[in-house]
């Protein structure tokens, strides 16, 4: 099969970019199984064994770079006029509430596609070579997110870590933190070498999110480098995270107390993003649906019921019980 990936931005790109990493491991790992790929996007792209095609003029179509005998075009975002092409979108973020989806949309956990009113979905994954592991860790925590977005809760993990009296590392997002806030190194916007690098030694990845996380690239990325997850349970996380590689709560007490008594191997962590979340089995879940769409014309859902659900806005601070908050009394 001939593949055309559609994605506006540098791949893989030079320091954070979650949605650009998962285009470049699919596309990597189509070309494993044995599909010809063609990647259109910025100058300066690279996948190996793929075809890459420069778009850089917005003026023009990137349409018209399309090689004539593809089969399929993969796009990452909801096209405003549909490809002559047959085509898939993914959607890796939460949608805006009154936003509508194409009936070729796939999701990318089984919770994100319900809340969009979808039952298609494909996990994102990784190659898991690229991850190392250290059996002995660091006794230090890693956040990695969009620290700035409050429905990441920065400010939860850095009480949980010094609740638990010991650093946190912070990458995703440069902070010039307050003086209180003590025992956070902020590492910025770090590439995937040092990156890798303080994972495969982390004591555990902290991850209390107060939204319903579409996916959470972070989380499976900390798997493979055998450091365990400590988190909400909110959107995909319950479908990623099991008890013998981390432990889920919307209470930072319940959270301190699990990383105070857990033992949790490494190889359990590696063994499971191994066997469920490997850039492979993303690439083999996307052939079924590309296969479909070619046979069918499209995925068997209705177009007007493919929206954000009304009981989940994106912007909303789902419930979490922080440590210095206490039950009121009856």
Known sequence: MHIAIYHDALIPPLKYGGTERIVYWLAKALVVLGNRVSLISKPGSHVPGVEHIPYSNPKHSWETLIPPDVDLVHLWGTPRTPPEKPFLVTIEGNGQLGEKFHSNTIFVSKKHAENHGSHYFVHNGIDVSEFESEPIRDDYFVFLAKANWKVKNLEGAIKIARKCGVELKVMGTRFSFPIQWRGVQSLGMVGDLEKRKVLKKAKALLFPVRWHEPFGIAIIEALAA??????????????????????????????????????????????????????????????????????????????????LRASNPPDTLLPWIDLDERPRKS
């Open 226 to 307: 055998g450091c365990p997850v400590f988190g909400t349970p909110y959107g995909s996380l319950p479908e990623i995270i099991t008890p013998e590689v981390g432990y889920l709560s919307n209470r930072a007490d319940e959270i301190v107390q699990a990383l105070t008594t857990a033992k949790i191997s490494s190889r359990f962590c590696q063994r499971r993003a191994l066997e469920n979340f490997t850039h492979i089995q993303m690439a083999k879940n996307y052939l079924i649906y590309y296969q479909e769409i070619l046979e069918k014309g499209n995925l068997n859902q209705k177009t007007e019921h493919l929206g």
